[in-house]
């Protein structure tokens, strides 16, 4: 076995607690060294520390973790963050040709391994000092690493590469889209792909203006149009909506030229698969380690990524399956008392006109919302907390001070308070979530893993981790309704899941209703009791149906969409057809864009 203790650099804060580590020790009580304080922050020497966990349960602020790990995966090691610092074992191997996507856990080194793949970092192979090229490539001798990585000690390797938070690109980059783009465009492309992805209204707009949806699309089409070896993209989907992530996949599919590299992380599963050729899963214990499993055929690799289990590699990633509902009915399932209704509404927003089928929310309920951005789904939750008033129609609520707590798509740290402590914002919220053993406590703080957190300042935390901070501040507030406007976005599979899962038993506890806007199909069809779909032209008209349920709404929304749906008869999982074949023709000549397929079809796929 070998012992890997990794100290939090940001957590270990040694001027602020009584040097436990060092001294409770057991080691260093009989006076050997196996921790101390270096630099400023606590230096496990794992050669002498017995891995006993004392001072993983006595630091504060839970800034160790140690690990036991096979001695075989040393061979493995490609890259250390320093003594003391997360180790990426293995790396996800792009194919000349193919789509390699990689899912997997935050913190298990999907970004390190893309920064090494694109030749922005250098692997040091666990070293304190820079190993050669030389070094690198005999020390992964007779293995798919060595020969991309003999390329890129060549200089052969040219990257292009889509970073993950498009937030930040406004602030290193100013100019009209369009111009940025011809700048961009390597290979003479860039207005076909513009075009594909609905870029040309937004021309002549300045970045700094664009939606976070917009910038997205535009960081895409710049990276398409790159002439280079390898194309990287860092969740190409975050802020799309479900048409605009079918796009963005069908334009990285169709506009690289097919003897590239492309690699994809993706936490939205549906659109993983629709994009990757195969499938790399990320697993180990996030900021400690992370391994990348063998490859994998892109079925076979979701649905072990969502069984738990990879077989070639035996190894057990999460103790519980994730499963999707096997079924779809075509009654609406209602539970529970009606919480509030409405009648048939008319909106108007100066130049913006919403119309709503009648509908009602029930007790317990956390209803679906699919639909564009900028269609009025805002607009709707507004009138039903009575701050805008309908031109026509009535909303008939159970309460006359009906409170609505929502976190809003974009979250950033001003919203909160820069400076604030996740602690501090939290205790705004409601002081109980701070109460160790509360089911508040147990619901938010734990299942989404922020006691870690707590002492940490809003504007130090990643955007996964503020989206998190977001979501337990909406949902800790005493409310009737709550709105969560896309709660995945940043966050991967597993958060997602977990989200999904408090939101439901927030909801069914208190008596409440969520509503949820969710452009991921996977995640929708996990959380959503009933969905309201919401159509026309953003930012002029929008219509929203009544809220109907999975099959009924999914098929009223793919259909316009054009895009047809099969769940997986092994996990439930939903997963787009690819254009045209045989069961998206099926599906499309039957009616059935969301279906689960028969066995003899399934043979067929
Ligand atoms: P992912 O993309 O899967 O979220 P990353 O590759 O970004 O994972 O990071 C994996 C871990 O590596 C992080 O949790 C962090 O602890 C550590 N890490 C990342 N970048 C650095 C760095 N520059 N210095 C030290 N540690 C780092
Ligand atoms: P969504 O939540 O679906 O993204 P919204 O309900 O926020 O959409 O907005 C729908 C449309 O109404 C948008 O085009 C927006 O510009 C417009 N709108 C929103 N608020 C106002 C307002 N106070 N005055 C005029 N137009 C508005
Ligand atoms: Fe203090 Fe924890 Fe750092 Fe040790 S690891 S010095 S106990 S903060």
Redesign the pocket.
């Given at each position: 076995m070998v012992r890997i203790a990794v100290v939090d650099r940001e957590l270990c804060r040694p001027s602020k607690c009584n040097l436990e580590c060092t001294r409770f020790c057991p080691v260093n009580r009989t006076g050997n060294k196996a921790v101390e304080i270096v630099g400023g922050k606590a230096r496990i020497y794992e050669e002498v520390c017995t891995g006993c966990g004392i001072c993983v349960k006595k630091c504060p602020f839970k800034a160790i973790s140690i690990v036991n790990l096979p001695d075989e995966l040393e061979k493995s090691l490609v890259h250390r963050y320093g003594p003391n610092g997360f180790k990426l074992y293995g790396l996800p191997i792009p194919r000349e040709g193919s789509i390699l996507g990689i899912i997997g856990k935050n913190g298990t080194g999907k970004t390190t391994a893309i920064r090494i793949l694109a030749g922005e970092m250098k692997p040091n192979l666990g070293l304190e000092r820079e190993p050669s090229w030389d070094e690198i490539i005999r020390r992964f001798r007779g293995s798919e690493i060595q020969t991309y990585f003999k390329k890129l000690a060549d200089g052969k390797i040219r990257a292009a590469h889509k970073i993950q938070y498009v937030d930040l690109v406004p602030r290193k980059i100013k100019g009209p889209v369009g111009k940025l783009l011809e700048i961009a465009d390597e290979r003479g492309v860039v207005k076909d792909v513009a075009k594909f992805l609905g870029l040309n209204a937004l021309w002549d707009r300045d970045v700094r203006k664009l939606s976070g949806g917009e910038l997205q699309k535009f960081l895409v089409a710049a990276v398409i149009s790159k002439d280079a070896t390898i194309y990287l993209f860092d969740e190409p989907g975050s802020y799309l909506d479900v048409r605009e992530r079918v796009r963005v996949a069908r334009a990285i599919r169709s506009f690289i030229p097919k003897n590239r590299y492309v690699v994809v992380v993706e936490h939205d599963i549906a659109m993983l698969d629709y994009l990757s050729d195969y499938v790399v899963i990320m697993f180990g214990e996030p900021g400690t380690y992370g391994i990348a499993s063998k490859p994998y055929g892109v079925r076979v690799g979701i649905n072990n990524f969502l069984n738990g289990y990879l077989p070639a590699e035996n190894m057990r990633i999460r103790s519980e399956p994730i499963r999707y509902q096997l079924t779809l009915t075509d009654t609406t399932p209602v539970t529970g008392k009606r919480y509030l209704s409405w009648s048939k509404l008319s909106v108007k927003?100066?130049?913006?006109k919403?119309e709503v089928e009648a509908g009602e929310l029930y007790e317990g309920e956390v209803l679906g919302i699919l639909?564009?951005?900028?269609?009025?789904?805002?607009?709707?939750v507004?009138v039903l907390a009575g701050e805008l008033k309908p031109e026509r129609g009535d909303v008939e609520k159970p309460l006359p001070n009906l409170k609505v707590s929502y976190k809003p798509?974009y979250v950033s740290p001003e919203l909160f308070g820069e400076e604030k402590t996740v602690e501090n914002v939290l205790r705004e919220a409601n002081p109980s979530v701070l109460t160790p053993g509360s089911w508040l406590y147990v619901e938010l703080v734990k299942r989404l893993r922020l006691d870690k957190l707590l002492d940490r300042r809003i504007d130090e935390l990643s955007g996964g981790e503020l989206q998190k901070v977001a979501i337990a501040y909406t949902l800790a507030k005493e409310a009737h309704v709550y709105l969560l406007?896309e709660p995945s976005a940043y966050l991967d599979v597993e958060e997602r899941l977990a989200v999904a899962k408090t939101i439901k038993r927030l909801t069914e506890t208190r008596g409440v209703a969520a509503l949820v806007?969710e452009h991921d199909i996977a995640v929708q069809d996990y959380l959503a009791s009933r969905i309201m779909v919401?159509r026309g032209k953003?930012?002029?008209e929008?219509y929203a149906s009544k809220p109907m349920n999975l099959k009924d709404a999914m098929n009223l929304f793919l259909k316009e969409l054009g895009v047809t749906i099969r769940k997986d008869p092994e996990t439930g999982r939903p997963r787009i057809n690819k254009e045209d074949s045989y069961l998206d023709r099926l599906q499309k000549r039957i009616g059935q864009y969301y279906y689960i397929p028969r066995p003899s079809e399934k043979e067929a796929e």
């Open positions: 927003l100066g130049a913006f919403l639909g564009p951005n900028g269609i009025g789904k805002t607009t709707f507004r798509q406007d806007v919401f953003p930012g002029f929008g």
